[in-house]
């Protein structure tokens, strides 16, 4: 067992906070947010530059080969410095899964380019009023003799305004699970640019009589969907760690805040009661981290667990975010409801977090049915090849 | 990072394994189910607290020449969550984890050598001496006197929450020497024999209706002052030094989950009697959370106890371990009477039915009120938290 960072997590770590420390201030991140599709060419071209867009390729495919342990402590600085670029939807969801069912030829027409920060592709999967990542989809595909005909819609694709690529989650006739390769002003195709929650850009997604080939499906229909469920689990444990590191923003915003900001005579942390909710703050991180931690060491030992494993995040991260989102607006007063301060970003960073994906309680009760279908819960989960009595 | 037991920590959990499976007797373990006070009875932690002296396992903190194992953080933890998850008695901290580490490092070599050995052996049984009427969250307003008298101090005053008293022969204390300057240093820490004449003590019932604490009243009391452990006036360092383990050396998350596998029997025994909880989504949800919770819990315990070098200290972290501990602990035992519904009315103050595990549910949850109480209260955690690890 080994409770320290490797070589490779530290390397990310510090890399990627001295470089948004550095490089993506208050004004950088403005500059972000009005770039041409809210991704900033520059910061794009960093991110590739310091290998994050091949975090998760493997190192023969070019990338440099990181699991959810690496992916998470990268996303956790993202979320302390609220990036805008969809880094998820890209490299966490899209390229994860290209690498993980794209033929060899595919792979070669994308990966390379994807890595290098030329090409972005964006997985269009979430429909409205989804119950869970997991339901079977509306849209569908219809073969024909010529190829697939795609009919239905997608709900705020994050990071689709300006991608060189769809992936398209459709269900297919015979209960397969269709991937398909989409150029984005394909005939038949709508996308209606949005503004999301947390400022980033997104598209709603309209698939009229979509025409497409063979050769655009990705995988086989018959086994992508395991697959295609790891990657959003996967990428659900991501923003779980991205919004612990909004979460500890938060906290030391709003501990800087008190600290400073004086009534009835006194900085607002000398009041008890001030103090008690700012540990309660800190505890709620502290949770959140661990529950992030576990989720990833567990899905890095068994990517079949990682369904499991972002049902647990979900609900702790979840409830956790909601503590401490509520509790920084609160302690910052009126200014916590102005949009002057970042904290206000941060509210609607974790509120973002929260609307996606499906509710808490729903993780919460997967986890509880899990739990309970299995006995899996009688045993420890942090040495989970134990076995008692 | 990564959860992958080595070659040697596989080898070590199977060895623990054997070892409960050649020691832990049913009547033992049946003993540590049917406990809902804090502490198992000396006769369900006794035998156990032998079986592990005999193997040599009582006191893995210890250093390697008074009978500690030199085991790593990871060991530690391996051990502690095997024998929890086995359903093993608790062994009384009182003696081998909570004064043992004070007389290590301020005792004497006499004390070291009368009162080590029998902390091992169990021929002692300590209790603590610190909370007082007006003394609890405020330890350091303790008032019981000890005024030097020859070679003895002679002590007035009482102490109160003294848990498990009644079966002690040992207390350790601290009394009041000196009510010059500042009031943490006029307070010493004394070691005391129950049996000297002029301390009675008088039970307090609880509100799970069991028999757990105490208060200790002494009249004139003497105790050699070759009973003091450090300098007088120099107790409070000691407190402070014990509090620390008492506070951060523990390991829980096994504990909690046997505490939550107790109420699985009861899940399975109300699905056989037709009220399966897997058809109540409200309660499928909260155990979602509860599981989720802990499972946070013991990783959060994992990396900050398995990160720790031998002889480490947690520090101020080990508020956040106490909080987090003590609150799961509650969560579970209210879980555990919901489920009963109407079969928690029946109250059978003190007295367990042992045909049952239901019967602890209700007792359980009342007396784990207490743990958000002693050992700091939840106020004075976060309190610390927010100066030590917030900053403020």
Redesign the interface.
Known sequence: ??????DL?EMIESSVLDYLKHEYDFIARANSLSAPNGVHSTVWQNFAEMGWLGLPVTEENGGIGGGP?EAGLLMRAFGQHLVVEPYVACVLRATRLLQLVADQAQKDQWLPAMIAGKKRLVLAHEERFEIAPWAPRATHATRDADGYLLNGSKALVAGAPGADALIVSAELEDGGCGLFLLAPDSPGVELIIQRTLDSAHAADLTLNQVRVMDSALLGNPASNRPLLNEVMASAIIAECWEATGAMQAA?EQT?AY??ERQQFGKPL?SF?VV??R??????AC??????C??AA??T??DPACARQMA???R??VG?CAREVSQAAVQLHGAMGVSEELIVASLFRKLLAFHQQHGTT?A??????????DTDS??????????T?? | MNLTLTTEEQAFREEVRGFLRDNLTEELRQGQRFTSGVYPEPETSGPWQRKLNEKGWLVPLWPRELGGTEWSAIQRFIFESECALAGAPLVHPMGVRLVSPVIIRFGTEEQKARYLPRILSGEDYWCQGFSEPGAGSDLASLKMRAIADGDDYILNGSKIWTTQAHHANMMFALVRTSTEGRRQEGISFLLIDMNTPGIEVRRIDTIGGDHDVNEVFFTDVRVPQSNRVGPENAGWECAKYLLEFERGAGIFSGRLRSQLKRIGEVIDQLAAEGQDIRRNPQLVGRFGELCADLDSFEMMELRIMGGLQPGQNPGPVSSILKLRNSRMKQAIAEFGAEILGHEGLRWRAGEIDTSSTMSVLIPDYLNSRAFTIFGGASEVQLGIIAKSVVGI
């Not at chain 1, 067992?1 to 490797?6: E, N, P, Q, R, V």
């Not at chain 1, 502290?286 to 529950?291: G, K, N, V």
């Not at chain 1, 993780?363 to 309970?372: I, K, P, Q, V």
Request: proline share 2%.
């Open positions: 067992m080994l409770l320290a960072s490797t997590q342990v906290l501990a008190v600290s942390s008890q103090q008690h700012l540990a309660e703050m800190a505890v502290e949770d959140s981290l661990s529950a931690q576990l060491l567990r890095q030992d049902a647990l995040a609900s702790k409830r309680a993780f919460s009760s997967a986890y509880g049915n899990h739990m309970l819960w009688r045993n420890s989960q942090v040495l989970p090849t134990l008692t009595e």
